[in-house]
């Protein structure tokens, strides 16, 4: 009976044995697969000088009197997939804003001209342009939103890792709102 209880022991050790490597080799499929997760994807961030945009009335001037509604972008969530095989990582976006203008304007929609770009080592390698629209409602003085941007995909040299890359947006600003922005402080920290 010894025997037989021996290599019922050692049968049911080299099934537990078989069983534990395969949980291992489980795990380490598990391990690649999570790599291929926000860690290992560029960040993404608003570009401070380009946060803010002020709208002047074409007709009066670039004068603080004469700005029909200001932007900011507020906040940004991002979420990405990392790709090893093809070298992809696909960002998904979420840009927070918050639009204001004096009280008691008529109903208006607006449409603002934003970008994401791709920089690695301090250098713009990919740029694209979008637009941000929204309604500010009959008589209210602000309005905050959401700009929903899906499947931006980086693509990522061999010889680099993508979290060497970086995503930046802002407001597409022109020459007169840069220099506004810069006169009046609108510069985030």
Request: glycine share 6%; net charge positive; charged share 25%.
């Amino acid at each position: 009976m010894r025997r037989k209880e021996l290599a019922r022991i050692l049968a049911l050790s080299a099934v537990a044995t078989v069983l534990l490597s395969g949980c291992s080799a489980w795990r380490g499929m598990v391990n690649y697969m999570r790599s291929d997760s926000q860690s290992v994807c560029p960040d993404v961030a608003i570009l401070a000088n380009t946060a803010v945009i002020p709208v002047f009335d074409p007709a009066k001037g670039a004068d603080p009197a004469n700005i029909v509604y200001t932007v900011e972008l507020k906040g940004l969530a991002s979420r990405c997939d990392y790709n090893k095989r093809e070298s992809t990582a696909d960002v998904n976006m979420r840009i927070k804003y918050t639009a204001t203008r004096p009280p008691g304007g008529e109903e208006a929609h607006y449409r603002l001209p934003y970008f994401l770009a791709v920089t690695l080592d301090g250098k713009i390698i990919d740029k694209t342009n979008k637009w941000l629209e929204f309604d500010f409602p009959r008589g209210a003085a602000n309005y905050s939103g959401e700009e929903l941007m899906d499947s931006y995909v980086v693509n990522v040299d061999p010889k680099k890792r993508s979290f060497e890359y970086h995503v930046l947006t802002g407001f597409q600003l022109t020459q007169t709102q840069i220099d506004y922005n810069k006169k009046m402080g609108q510069y985030l920290p």
